[in-house]
Protein backbone atom coordinates (compact mmCIF):
# COMPACT_ATOMS: atom_id res chain seq x y z
CA UNK A 1 0.00 0.00 0.00
CA UNK A 2 1.41 3.69 -0.65
CA UNK A 3 -0.65 6.84 0.45
CA UNK A 4 -1.31 10.55 -1.49
CA UNK A 5 -2.02 13.38 0.27
CA UNK A 6 -4.42 16.08 -0.46
CA UNK A 7 -4.99 19.42 0.92
CA UNK A 8 -8.17 21.04 1.58
CA UNK A 9 -10.20 23.34 3.18
CA UNK A 10 -12.48 21.42 6.65
CA UNK A 11 -15.78 22.92 4.79
CA UNK A 12 -14.90 21.36 1.62
CA UNK A 13 -14.34 18.27 3.54
CA UNK A 14 -17.24 18.27 5.09
CA UNK A 15 -19.17 18.71 2.05
CA UNK A 16 -17.18 15.91 0.45
CA UNK A 17 -18.36 13.69 3.46
CA UNK A 18 -22.10 14.96 2.89
CA UNK A 19 -22.39 14.33 -0.72
CA UNK A 20 -20.02 10.93 0.03
CA UNK A 21 -17.65 12.02 -2.46
CA UNK A 22 -14.82 14.86 -3.09
CA UNK A 23 -15.08 16.66 -6.71
CA UNK A 24 -12.35 19.41 -6.32
CA UNK A 25 -12.79 22.23 -8.73
CA UNK A 26 -9.53 21.41 -10.42
CA UNK A 27 -11.59 18.37 -11.95
CA UNK A 28 -13.87 20.96 -13.88
CA UNK A 29 -11.06 23.16 -14.86
CA UNK A 30 -7.93 20.63 -15.46
CA UNK A 31 -9.73 16.98 -15.55
CA UNK A 32 -7.66 15.86 -12.00
CA UNK A 33 -7.29 15.98 -8.62
CA UNK A 34 -3.74 17.36 -7.42
CA UNK A 35 -1.86 15.03 -4.93
CA UNK A 36 1.63 15.06 -3.30
CA UNK A 37 3.78 12.78 -1.32
CA UNK A 38 4.87 13.83 2.24
CA UNK A 39 8.31 14.85 1.00
CA UNK A 40 6.30 17.32 -1.49
CA UNK A 41 3.52 18.31 0.87
CA UNK A 42 5.11 21.25 2.52
CA UNK A 43 6.17 23.21 -0.16
CA UNK A 44 2.52 22.38 -2.31
CA UNK A 45 1.26 24.25 1.14
CA UNK A 46 3.23 26.92 1.28
CA UNK A 47 2.89 27.70 -2.98
CA UNK A 48 -0.73 27.48 -3.12
CA UNK A 49 -2.34 27.58 0.56
CA UNK A 50 -0.04 29.98 2.62
CA UNK A 51 -2.03 31.99 4.85
CA UNK A 52 -5.25 29.52 4.18
CA UNK A 53 -6.06 28.52 7.91
CA UNK A 54 -8.66 25.98 8.80
CA UNK A 55 -7.17 23.33 6.64
CA UNK A 56 -6.50 19.69 6.67
CA UNK A 57 -4.54 16.81 4.97
CA UNK A 58 -6.64 13.67 3.18
CA UNK A 59 -4.01 10.29 3.47
CA UNK A 60 -5.05 8.01 0.81
CA UNK A 61 -4.56 4.59 0.09
CA UNK A 62 -4.06 4.51 -3.61
CA UNK A 63 -5.30 0.69 -3.84
CA UNK A 64 -8.59 2.09 -2.80
CA UNK A 65 -8.34 4.85 -5.24
CA UNK A 66 -11.46 3.95 -7.78
CA UNK A 67 -10.68 6.34 -10.52
CA UNK A 68 -7.28 6.59 -12.74
CA UNK A 69 -4.33 7.66 -10.50
CA UNK A 70 -1.09 8.99 -13.11
CA UNK A 71 2.00 10.53 -11.84
CA UNK A 72 2.73 13.04 -14.23
CA UNK A 73 5.26 15.83 -14.52
CA UNK A 74 5.20 19.13 -13.01
CA UNK A 75 6.85 22.39 -14.19
CA UNK A 76 9.30 22.11 -10.67
CA UNK A 77 10.51 18.94 -12.62
CA UNK A 78 8.99 16.51 -10.10
CA UNK A 79 6.64 13.86 -10.66
CA UNK A 80 3.09 14.46 -8.97
CA UNK A 81 0.47 11.93 -8.42
CA UNK A 82 -3.13 13.18 -10.18
CA UNK A 83 -6.50 11.12 -9.50
CA UNK A 84 -8.32 11.65 -12.71
CA UNK A 85 -12.21 11.71 -10.72
CA UNK A 86 -13.85 12.24 -7.89
CA UNK A 87 -12.13 10.66 -4.73
CA UNK A 88 -13.92 8.54 -3.35
CA UNK A 89 -13.67 8.51 0.43
CA UNK A 90 -13.47 4.59 1.27
CA UNK A 91 -9.95 5.53 -0.16
CA UNK A 92 -9.11 8.41 3.28
CA UNK A 93 -7.28 6.54 5.28
CA UNK A 94 -6.88 9.71 8.05
CA UNK A 95 -7.90 13.29 8.14
CA UNK A 96 -5.09 15.31 9.45
CA UNK A 97 -4.90 18.70 10.70
CA UNK A 98 -2.85 21.35 8.98
CA UNK A 99 -1.97 23.96 11.39
CA UNK A 100 -0.79 27.64 9.89
CA UNK A 101 2.36 29.29 11.73
CA UNK A 102 2.08 32.53 12.94
CA UNK A 103 3.14 33.86 9.67
CA UNK A 104 1.29 32.07 7.62
CA UNK A 105 3.55 29.53 6.27
CA UNK A 106 3.74 25.99 6.96
CA UNK A 107 5.87 23.64 8.64
CA UNK A 108 5.02 19.73 8.38
CA UNK A 109 7.39 16.89 9.76
CA UNK A 110 6.24 14.50 7.13
CA UNK A 111 6.46 11.48 9.93
CA UNK A 112 2.91 12.84 10.61
CA UNK A 113 1.60 11.15 7.41
CA UNK A 114 2.87 7.58 8.48
Known sequence: MSTILHILSRSDWANAQAVGTYHAASIDSEGFIHFSTAAQ?????????????????????????????????????????????DLNLDAVMRVVDLPMQPDGSFKIDPAIFG
Not at 66 to 81: C, R
Open 41 to 85: VQNTANNYYQGHADLVVLVIDTDKVTHELKWELATNGQHFPHVYG
